[in-house]
């Protein structure tokens, strides 16, 4: 099993930064990616990000793209979100997720941490 904890959520106004933390423990050799996603208030849980453990490798949503970063420590099974140029709509519950292969669903996830973006 892996554990995962985000940290980091918070009030901002639009414009503004945040930037979330996400700490994995117990099993994370067998960890072969991590992401975030998000659920709005009345909508479903989307994708916004992901970074390959071993390689760095990541990819965006457009909706979050150029304004979003995600990064990782392997050394402190850390990952990251640095955003930027927040917006209302980017108001939502933000998840971790862990991914053990390539593609496919996450298998394990976080309890989530609230983005709030006031206009």
């Known amino acids: 099993q892996v554990q995962l904890v985000e940290s980091g959520g918070g009030l901002v106004q639009a414009g503004g930064s945040l930037r979330l933390s996400c700490a994995a423990s117990?099993?994370?050799?067998?960890?072969?990616?991590m992401g975030w996603f998000r659920q709005a208030p009345g909508k479903e849980r989307e994708f916004v990000a992901q970074?390959?453990?071993?390689?760095?490798?990541?990819h965006y949503a457009d909706s979050v793209k150029d304004r979003f970063t995600i990064s990782r420590d392997n050394a402190k099974n850390t990952m990251t979100l640095q955003m930027n140029s927040l917006k209302p709509a980017d108001t939502a519950v933000y998840y971790c997720?862990?991914?053990?292969?390539?593609?496919?669903?996450?298998?394990?996830w976080g309890k989530g941490t609230l983005v709030t973006v006031s206009s």
């Open positions: 117990g099993r994370t050799f067998d960890v072969y990616r």
């Open positions: 997720a862990a991914g053990l292969a390539r593609i496919g669903p996450m298998n394990h």
């Open positions: 970074i390959h453990w071993n390689s760095g490798s990541n």
